[in-house]
C-alpha cells in the first residue's frame, strides 16, 4: 500500500528538477481574482518607541544582539510609514490592487500586551483607523493580520509562545481588535507563518527571541499558537460574526518539496516533511489533531532518546473539536521550492547534542544549483508552486485559497530600478496560479506580492530586497522610487491578464 500510495505521489507531484521551460498561460484572471500586495508592521512602521507603543520582542532582539542581524540592523525607522502611510496609501492606489495585506503591531495598540481599558493606547488606535479608512476610501480591501511575529515584551518575559498562557493573551488582544475596527474589516487573520516564528524563534534562535530549543521548544510553540488561533477564531464566530459578517483564518506557509531523487524512501521523505512543517499547524485546523506520522514519529523518538513523554505536547479530545474547523479560508505564503533526501537509518539515530525537531523530520534540504536564485532561500521553481497549490486544496478538503505572500528576493548589490528578474519571477508564479485554477481546478482567489517596499527581511536587515517599490534607506526622507516590476504588476491590475494577446490560447 505504502509503495501504491508513493506512486500515486509522484504521478501528480513530481517534476523534473531541471525543468525551466515555463509557457505563460493566456487565460485572463478569474472573474472576482483579487491582485494585492502585503507588508508587516514591523517591517515597515519604524517609530519603535513614538505615540505610546511598547516594546515588542524583535526590538528588543535587534537591540540587545545586533551581531545576529545582518549589518546590525533594527525597525527603529524601518521605511518610516508610520508618518508616511499617506503616501504608501498612493502608491497602493496608484498600483491599482484590490486588497493589501497589512499587521497591527500588538504592542501599539496594547503597550504591555493586556487588554483591558486601562492600556489601550489610543494614539496607535487612531494611526490604524485612518489607515483603513483610507485604504477603504480608495477602493482597497485590508487582509489584517493581528499578529506579525512582534509579540509585547511582557508577554515574552511570560515564556512567549512556549506558555500556553499566551494563548489566552491573544485571544483577549483579537477581540479588542474586532471591537475597534470589525465594523470596516471583513478579512482577518490570525497570526502570520507559527511554523516560521516557532522554528526559528524557539527551535534554531535564529530569530527573536533567540531560544535554542530543537527538540521541545517547537512543538510547545506550535500547541501554543495553534490553540491562540482557535480561541480568537471563537471569539469572533461567538461575538461578532452576526453583526460584522467577516471572515477569520490563520496564514499557513510552506514551500514546495521535491524529492531529490524519485527512490521510494525520498518520496517518503517528502510527505514525512510535509507534515512535519504545513501539517503540523495546517491538520490540526483543517482536518483535526496533529499528523499521525508525527504523532508515532515523535513518540517513538522519545522514547528512543528515553523521555519519560513524547516531547510533542498531546491535544486532548475537547481541544481537537475546538481547533477543527476553525477556518473560513486557506491562507498560503510560499516563495519556493526544496529538494528533500531521506536520511538513512534515521528513526534509529540519536544525536550526541540532543533530541531535534529536524532529526524527527529525519530529512536533509538543498536546492538544485540550476534552479535561478539570488538569495539563499528564494529559487525561481513556477512549477513548484503550481504543485504546493494543488497540494494545500487536495490535502485540507479543498478550501477556497488566497495567496497571502509570493515575491522574488534579490542581494542588495544586484539588485536596481529594472528588476527584469522580479518580473519574471512575478510572471511565471502568476503563470502557475492559473495553471492550477484552469488546467487543476484548484479555488484561487486572491494574489499577494511581497512587498509593497523594501523592508526590513528580519535577520536579514535591509541586505535583501522585495520591493516593488525601491527605498532609500540612507535618506532621512526614506525616499521610495517605484521599479520597473511595479509598473510591471500595473499593467497586471489593468488588463488582468499576464500577456497581451489575453484569451487567446
Given amino acids: 500500500m505504502l509503495k501504491l500510495l508513493i506512486s500515486s505521489f509522484c504521478v ?5 528538477a531541471s525543468a525551466d521551460e515555463v509557457i505563460i498561460n493566456k487565460n485572463p484572471l478569474p472573474e472576482g481574482f483579487t491582485l494585492g500586495v502585503a507588508t508587516a508592521a514591523f517591517q515597515i512602521e519604524g517609530a519603535w518607541d513614538e505615540g505610546g507603543k511598547g516594546e515588542q520582542v524583535w526590538d528588543w532582539f535587534m537591540h540587545t544582539y545586533p551581531e545576529k542581524i545582518e549589518n546590525g540592523a533594527n525597525g527603529d525607522v524601518a521605511c518610516d510609514s508610520y508618518h508616511k502611510w499617506e503616501e504608501d496609501v498612493q502608491l ?29 493606547n489610543q494614539e496607535g488606535v487612531q494611526y490604524y483607523r485612518k489607515l483603513f479608512e483610507a485604504l477603504l476610501e480608495n477602493g482597497i480591501t485590508p487582509y489584517v493580520t493581528m499578529y506579525h511575529w512582534d509579540l509585547p515584551i511582557p508577554l515574552q518575559e511570560l515564556g512567549g509562545w ?9 485571544a483577549n488582544y483579537a477581540r479588542i481588535c474586532y471591537q475597534l475596527y470589525g465594523d470596516i474589516i471583513k478579512n482577518w487573520i490570525t497570526l502570520n507563518e507559527p511554523h516560521t ?29 495553534v490553540l491562540a488561533h482557535a480561541k480568537a477564531y471563537h471569539i469572533y ?8 459578517q467577516g471572515r477569520v483564518t490563520i496564514v499557513i506557509d510552506s514551500s514546495w518539496m521535491e524529492p531529490i531523487t524519485d527512490t521510494e524512501k525520498n518520496v517518503e521523505a517528502v510527505q514525512r516533511m510535509f507534515d512535519f512543517s504545513v501539517g503540523l499547524y495546517a491538520h490540526p485546523i483543517y482536518v483535526g489533531n496533529w499528523p499521525e506520522r508525527v504523532i508515532n514519529i515523535v513518540d517513538a523518538r522519545s522514547t528512543l532518546e528515553g523521555y519519560s513523554s513524547s516531547r510533542l505536547p498531546p491535544f486532548t479530545d475537547e481541544e481537537i473539536e475546538y481547533i477543527k474547523g476553525t477556518f473560513d479560508f486557506f ?3 510560499s516563495y519556493s521550492t526544496y529538494l528533500i533526501e531521506h536520511i538513512n537509518n534515521w528513526d534509529e539515530m540519536i544525536d550526541p547534542n540532543g533530541a531535534s525537531f529536524d532529526l524527527d523530520a529525519g530529512v536533509s534540504y538543498s536546492f538544485d544549483p540550476s534552479w535561478p536564485s539570488d538569495v539563499n532561500w528564494v529559487s525561481r521553481v ?12 487536495n490535502t485540507f478538503g479543498q478550501p477556497e485559497i488566497v495567496v497571502t505572500e ?21 510572471k511565471q508564479y502568476l503563470s502557475a496560479l492559473l495553471d492550477a485554477v484552469y488546467e487543476d481546478g484548484v479555488n484561487v482567489t486572491g494574489y499577494t506580492a511581497w512587498s509593497i517596499l523594501d523592508n526590513l527581511e528580519w535577520a536579514h536587515g535591509y541586505e535583501q530586497k522585495l520591493g516593488l517599490v525601491e527605498v532609500d534607506f540612507s535618506s532621512p526622507e526614506r525616499t521610495r522610487t517605484p521599479r520597473a516590476s511595479y509598473y510591471w504588476y500595473q499593467t497586471v491590475t489593468r488588463n488582468r491578464c499576464l500577456v497581451e494577446n489575453c484569451g487567446q490560447i
Avoid at 162 to 170: G, K, Q, S, Y
Avoid at 211 to 221: D, E, K, N, S
Avoid at 407 to 422: E, F, H, I, P
Wanted: hydrophobic share 35%; proline share 4%.
Fill in 331 to 333: 491562507c498560503l505564503n
Fill in 382 to 393: 513556477p512549477q513548484g508552486f503550481r504543485k504546493i497549490l494543488n497540494y494545500v486544496y
Fill in 197 to 225: 516564528y516557532c522554528v526559528l524563534g524557539y527551535g534554531s534562535g535564529y530569530h527573536a527571541p533567540g531560544y535554542v530549543l530543537p527538540a521541545t521548544g517547537i512543538y510547545q510553540c506550535a500547541y501554543t499558537s
Fill in 92 to 120: 497602493l492606489k496608484d498600483l491599482g490592487v484590490n486588497h493589501y495585506r497589512l499587521s497591527i503591531s500588538w504592542a501599539r495598540i496594547l503597550p504591555d500586551g493586556l487588554a483591558n481599558n486601562y492600556t489601550i
Fill in 237 to 244: 464566530n461567538d461575538e461578532f460574526r452576526a453583526d460584522q
Fill in 406 to 426: 509570493n515575491g522574488w528576493a534579490q542581494n542588495l548589490t544586484t539588485v536596481g530600478l529594472d528588476d527584469q528578474d522580479r518580473i519574471t519571477y512575478l
Fill in 12 to 16: 501528480f507531484f513530481c517534476f523534473s
Fill in 162 to 170: 512556549l506558555n500556553p498562557i499566551i494563548a489566552d493573551h491573544f
